[in-house]
């Protein structure tokens, strides 16, 4: 199983809800990220796990909270979020971090926050 | 600082015609570099990668790039275009110490019929 899968595909969520992204790999890679992309923008890096412990939080606002449950899944917990957090959310793994690899990307959710 | 330059945002070639994407990087270190391409509403596919060793690198739908230390560039190309190559390409350098990559702008290519 060579693919990064992530549910829901699309989301739409209000101003005060609670929701939250998953994303799954069984391909055995130790490091996860997730990613926001903006129309017409490449992915920017928001959070990376490396052993299911947070590596990087670029600055992201708290509103945004990831999990990382196990080394199969990686969660994405949304919150009072803005409309501007409308965009499509990327998860992607590699084998491990610090190693130069190619990142594994799943199809993303596409999120609407109205 | 690493930094990743797509200067061309949008290209169109006829189905059939050559292609060349255009990438230069910016970074300290040995880089590792990327192409991705990406579907309309897709996640990122890996079309190649450079580590070291030979500088043109063989991808997937007969894509190849060359790495050419002394422009400090990594371009995409193709010699020969289908419609289903129409999508948003990206150019990325990786970070050793963090897997942390750094993105081009994209560019986005049309293929005339």
């Known amino acids: 199983d060579t693919e990064v899968t992530q549910t829901p595909k699309h989301l739409v969520m209000g101003m005060t809800n609670k929701k939250s992204l998953k994303c799954e790999q069984h391909?055995?890679?130790?490091?996860m990220y997730w990613y926001k992309q903006k129309a017409k923008k490449p992915p920017e890096l928001m959070f990376v796990?490396?052993?299911?412990?947070?590596?990087i939080n670029e600055s992201v606002p708290s509103r945004f909270s990831p999990e990382c449950p196990n080394s199969s899944l990686l969660n994405l917990h949304l919150h009072a979020l803005q409309p501007e957090d409308s965009a499509l959310y990327l998860c992607?793994?590699?084998?491990?971090?610090?190693?130069?690899?190619?990142?594994?990307f799943g199809p993303g959710t596409r999120l609407t926050v109205l | 600082a690493q930094s990743v330059t797509q200067p061309d945002i949008h290209i169109t070639v006829s189905e059939g015609a050559s292609l060349e994407l255009r990438c230069n990087y910016s970074y300290g270190a040995t880089p590792y570099l990327f192409w991705y391409v990406q579907s309309p509403g897709q996640g990122l596919q890996l079309l190649l990668k450079y580590f070291s060793g030979d500088t043109l690198v063989q991808g997937i739908k007969g894509f190849e790039a060359e790495f050419k230390r002394s422009q400090s560039s990594f371009n995409l190309r193709k010699p020969s275009v289908h419609w289903s190559d129409a999508a948003e390409y990206f150019c990325a350098v990786g970070s050793y110490n963090f897997n942390k990559f750094y993105f081009g702008s994209g560019t986005k290519l049309n293929v005339k019929p």
């Open positions: 992607a793994s590699s084998p491990m971090l610090g190693q130069g690899d190619e990142q594994f």
């Open positions: 391909m055995g890679h130790r490091a």
């Open positions: 796990y490396s052993y299911e412990k947070l590596s």
